[in-house]
Nanobody, 120 residues
Framework: QVQLVESGGGLVQAGGSLRLSCAAS????????MGWYRQAPGKQRELVAL???????NYEVSVKGRFTISGDNARNTVYLQMSSRKPEDTDVYYC??????????????WGRGTQVTVSS
C-alpha cells in the first residue's frame, strides 16, 4: 500500500509564491514519476508538472516559467514551487505518482488534494 500526503496549500495574494510538498510512503520499491495535477470545480483534472526519476520534467504551458517542480528521490518527495501566482491558478492541487511496489508492478496513486487560492 502506498500513500501520498500533500502539504503547503493555502491562500496567497496574486503575484506571491507558495510551495507544495508531497511525500510518498508505504511499500515502495521505486518511484518512476511524481508530479502535480489541478482541478477546478466542474472541470477535468489537468496536468501541472511531472518529473521522472531521472530528472526529466514536463510542464503545462501556462505555468512554464512560473512554477518549478523538484524532487528528492531518497525521500520519495516532490515539490512544486509556484511563483507569480494568478487568480486563475486557484484550484485543488493533487499529487500524483507512478510507483513500483515491492513484489508487484507499477501503479498510479493520488493524494487527497490541497486547496490553493490566489486572491486578486
Amino acid at each position: 500500500q502506498v500513500q501520498l500526503v500533500e502539504s503547503g496549500g493555502g491562500l496567497v495574494q496574486a503575484g506571491g509564491s507558495l510551495r507544495l510538498s508531497c511525500a510518498a510512503s508505504g511499500s515502495i520499491f521505486s518511484t518512476n514519476v511524481m508530479g502535480w495535477y489541478r482541478q477546478a470545480p466542474g472541470k477535468q483534472r489537468e496536468l501541472v508538472a511531472l518529473m521522472t526519476s531521472g530528472g526529466s520534467t514536463n510542464y503545462e504551458v501556462s505555468v512554464k516559467g512560473r512554477f518549478t517542480i523538484s524532487g528528492d528521490n531518497a525521500r520519495n518527495t516532490v515539490y512544486l514551487q509556484m511563483s507569480s501566482r494568478k487568480p486563475e491558478d486557484t484550484d485543488v492541487y493533487y499529487c500524483y505518482a507512478d510507483i513500483r511496489s515491492r513484489g508487484s508492478g507499477s501503479n498510479s496513486y493520488w493524494g487527497r488534494g490541497t486547496q490553493v487560492t490566489v486572491s486578486s
